[in-house]
T-cell receptor
């Protein structure tokens, strides 16, 4: 158990819908990262938040947005869903300022868009 | 930008034998970190081992060791005494310079199947 929690574990929805994925980082970790894992694209970095502020953006679609709240949990919002958004979405967290910055991953949310 | 290459899509290994998973990387950063993660069929990503670009010794964690050859830009994972529970997908990942690049870039992964 990495200490990172993600809910829900599975999500099945229809095209055009909007969903919210939730992540709670490990205790003490200020950074949260979101990744998407799909068969065709592999594992891709989406976005990073540090202590409530957006720090880095990757290949995140405009239909996707994220935020990190004062209690450090984060939410990834996916809207106008398309079939191609079906993927495993991971949240990871890390401690800053200690050199290694190992990212510990949550169990993932498997999104299926029908 | 970092690029990670894992050229072995799948490997079979006999129980109790060692297996080496290849990983090469490309970066212009002087300071970087290399990671290996394991993804069993259940889907979670499990951190295995880390190697810093300035670390002089190869990293080891139990049955996992990282064969780091900086000049060749390779960071191969060695799993010794393979167990059936080692059957999984293994990903090599890189993080760039700590001051400006925190994201992980992943390779395509290698599937390891351990045979009894």
């Amino acid at each position: 158990d990495s200490g990172v929690t993600q809910t829900p574990k599975h999500l099945i929805t229809a095209t055009g819908q909007r969903v919210t994925l939730r992540c709670s980082p490990r205790s003490g970790d200020l950074s949260v990262y979101w990744y998407q894992q799909s068969l065709d694209q592999g594992l891709q970095f989406l976005i990073q938040y540090y202590n409530g502020e957006e720090r880095a953006k990757g290949n995140i679609l405009e239909r996707f947005s994220a935020q990190q709240f004062p209690d450090l949990h984060s939410e990834l919002n996916l809207s106008s869903l398309e079939l191609g958004d079906s993927a495993l979405y991971f949240c990871a967290s890390s401690v800053e300022g200690q050199g290694v910055y190992t990212q510990y991953f949550g169990p993932g949310t498997r999104l299926t868009v029908l | 930008a970092q690029k990670i290459t894992q050229t072995q899509p799948g490997m079979f290994v006999q129980e109790k034998e060692a297996v080496t998973l290849d990983c090469t990387y490309d970066t212009s950063d002087q300071s970087y970190g290399l990671f290996w993660y394991k993804q069993p069929s259940s889907g979670e990503m499990i951190f295995l081992i880390y190697q810093g670009s300035y670390d002089e010794q190869n990293a080891t964690e139990g049955r996992y060791s990282l064969n780091f050859q900086k000049a060749r830009k390779s960071a191969n994972l060695v799993i010794s005494a393979s167990q059936l529970g080692d059957s999984a997908m293994y990903f090599c990942a890189m993080r760039g310079a700590p001051s400006n690049d925190y994201k992980l870039s992943f390779g395509a992964g290698t599937t390891v199947t351990v045979r009894a």
